[in-house]
């Protein structure tokens, strides 16, 4: 997730949703986001990736009960890149394949 599912989250979907093991979706944490996360998207969710600290404080004020038993990673990305940049994609494949022990 990011804030306004425009180019990060967007990216990592779009990376980790043809993995054979997963299943991914992205939202935003903003009212203008493309897609805005959801109650929906919350229960779905086995595990959660953020692009940065206010993305899961926003997430934890909006939907605290839903997220009891739902671990939650920032990923430290700042909104600096594009959709599909070759930097992008490595960090979020290094990054959430490590935290879910695929790479």
């Not at 979706?25 to 996360?37: K, L």
Request: include cysteine; proline fraction near 6%.
């Amino acid at each position: 997730m990011c804030s306004r599912n425009q180019w990060r989250s967007p990216t990592a979907e779009q990376i980790w949703r043809k993995h054979p093991l997963l299943q991914a979706r992205s939202g935003g944490t903003s009212p203008n986001a493309r897609h805005t996360v959801s109650e929906d998207d919350v229960h779905w969710a086995d595990v959660i990736f953020v692009m940065e600290q206010k993305h899961k404080s926003r997430l934890v004020a909006g939907f605290t009960r839903l997220l009891a038993d739902k671990p939650i990673h920032v990923l430290d990305i700042p909104d600096e890149y594009k959709y599909m940049d070759p930097e992008l994609v490595e960090m979020l494949e290094q990054s959430v394949g490590h935290l879910l022990g695929l790479k």
